[in-house]
């Protein structure tokens, strides 16, 4: 699998699969993640929704309150994020930690910069019409400004 060398680092996701039709599925897979962020990175709400389920949830701590999102209040939330973290040209930070698929479901587990935030994603995705789509973010801060 190609990986811009660019916009991920860390360790190389583990393609150790037997069978090789999961190997498109997790380029697939590798493209939504990168859409995730570019979509949050850029503030685009519009972005986001074309990977997000529609009924999909939004879920985690933000310092001591529980945060719960449907996506579109979460598509307003990143919306609001201005200037965006591209226009501020602030650096990419992306790591896909692990990428597991199981049918037509996958999870996988995102370490990410943003905001002055480093979080810790938990991503379950479904695939909708040959489309993988996030249907629950859980989400961790590890560090924070």
Do not use: C
């Amino acid at each position: 699998m190609n990986i811009p060398e660019q916009t991920i680092y860390g360790e190389p996701i583990d393609l150790d699969f037997p069978n090789t039709g999961l190997e498109n599925d997790k380029k697939m897979i590798y493209q939504s993640v990168m859409l995730y962020f570019d979509s949050v990175y850029e503030s685009n709400p519009i972005k986001l929704k074309k990977v997000f389920h529609p009924n999909a949830t939004i879920t985690g701590y933000m310092s001591t309150r529980l945060v719960e999102n449907n996506l579109t209040d979460y598509g307003e939330y990143i919306a609001l994020q201005r200037p965006s973290a591209y226009e501020t040209k602030d650096p990419k930070f992306i790591e896909i930690l692990s990428l597991k698929v199981a049918g037509d479901t996958a999870l996988a587990l995102v370490r990410n910069g943003i905001w002055g935030k480093t979080f810790l994603d938990t991503l379950t995705f479904i695939r909708v019409d040959k489309n993988w789509l996030i249907y629950n973010k859980l989400f961790h801060i590890e560090t924070s400004d």
